[in-house]
C-alpha cells in the first residue's frame, strides 16, 4: 500500500501535490475531484499540520473530509501517525481498564 505524506506548511498546491502522489494524469480540478473520490488502488494519506491547510486551501480540507468518508480505498490519517497511536492507546488503556 502506498503511503503519502501530506505536509501542509510545504505543500504549494494541495491537488497538484495529491495528483502526482497517485499518479493520475493532468487533467481539470472537477475532473480530478471525480478521479481521486473514484480511485481504487489503496493508499494512506498522512495529513501533517492540518491546521496551517485549514487556513490555506479549507476547500481542499473539506475535499480531504469527504474523500475520507466516500472512498474506500483512500485512507486519510489527519496528524502525524505517532499522535494517532498515542490517542489510541490511550483510548484503549480507558476501554480496557477494569472498573
Known sequence: MKKILFDCESVKDPYEFLREALEIEPMDKAQLKRRILGFR???????????????????????????????????????????????????????????
Not at 474506500?72 to 480507558?94: S, T
Open 41 to 99: 488502488t489503496p493508499a494512506i494519506v498522512e495529513v501533517e499540520h492540518r491546521f496551517e491547510g485549514v487556513k490555506r486551501w479549507s476547500e481542499f480540507i473539506n475535499f480531504l473530509e469527504e474523500v475520507s468518508q466516500k472512498n474506500r480505498f483512500l485512507y486519510i490519517v489527519w496528524g502525524p501517525k505517532k499522535v494517532e497511536n498515542l490517542i489510541a492507546e490511550e483510548q484503549m488503556g480507558q476501554i480496557l481498564k477494569p472498573d
